[in-house]
């Protein structure tokens, strides 16, 4: 299976809401319903932000939201803040393919 | 709380054996799917392969020929060795539990494949 395919970097000001899409190319995203979506810091292990395409683990706040449509999801982040800078990557395919990830740089 | 302690050899000489240990604390093996996902320096990151708590693992195409992965429920600890390896393998190595999604990690570990 093909890498996801992410945006290499989406930027936002504070308060403001960036999207950051994922893409398959093999029905990765549209066949299975287990699309998850990770925060990286630097020097750090990734973190669950979502799973099952729209599920967030208690503790992830609500300005993280996530869809999927056809062979396309999508992360959105609200009410952007500093520390939201960051890299996420999204998994699909049974969590056995990784997006490229995506770098969020908040100006 | 669930936490994953990881640690092995930090510098491995090409052509050597790459070997990684991943004990879970504060829960048990038993019921999840483990995964072990890799990180090269500056890249992106790559499932390498994943075991059940009977033992039935499956491994990444690409890495299937030198992979073992390993759980001892008994020690509550998952295994990860890779055979052959070239600098294309330096990496962080991560071990966390989950197939689909994963939750709990461990701290990672740096493995520098250098003669």
């Known amino acids: 299976q093909s890498a996801l395919t992410q945006p290499r970097s989406v930027s936002g000001s504070p308060g403001q809401s960036v999207t950051i899409s994922c893409t398959g190319t093999?029905?990765?995203?549209?066949?299975?319903?287990?699309v998850s979506w990770y925060q990286q810091h630097p020097g750090k292990a990734p973190k669950l932000l979502i799973s099952?395409?729209?599920k967030r683990p208690s503790g992830v706040p609500d300005r993280f939201s996530a869809s999927k449509s056809g062979d396309r999801a999508s992360l959105t982040i609200s009410g952007l803040q500093a520390e939201d800078e960051a890299d996420y990557y999204c998994?699909?395919?049974?969590?056995?393919?990784f997006g490229g990830g995506t770098k969020l740089t908040v100006l | 709380q669930v936490q994953l302690q990881q640690w092995g050899a930090g510098l491995v000489k090409p052509s050597e054996t790459l070997s990684l240990t991943c004990t879970v604390h504060?829960?048990?093996?038993?019921?999840?799917?483990w995964s072990w996902i890799r990180q090269a320096p500056g890249k992106g990151l790559e499932w390498i392969g994943e075991?059940?708590?009977?033992?039935?693992?499956d491994y990444n195409p690409s890495l299937k020929s030198r992979l073992t992965i390993s759980a001892d429920t008994s020690k509550n600890q998952l295994s990860l060795r890779l055979t052959s390896v070239s600098a294309a393998d330096t990496a962080v190595y991560y071990c966390?539990?989950?197939?689909?999604?994963?939750?709990?990690w461990g701290q990672g570990t740096l493995v520098t494949v250098s003669s």
């Open positions: 998994c699909s395919y049974g969590g056995r393919v």
């Open positions: 075991i059940n708590h009977s033992g039935s693992a």
């Open positions: 093999s029905s990765e995203v549209s066949f299975y319903n287990f």
């Open positions: 966390a539990r989950g197939g689909n999604s994963r939750r709990f």
């Open positions: 504060g829960g048990s093996l038993n019921g999840y799917y």
């Open positions: 099952d395409v729209d």
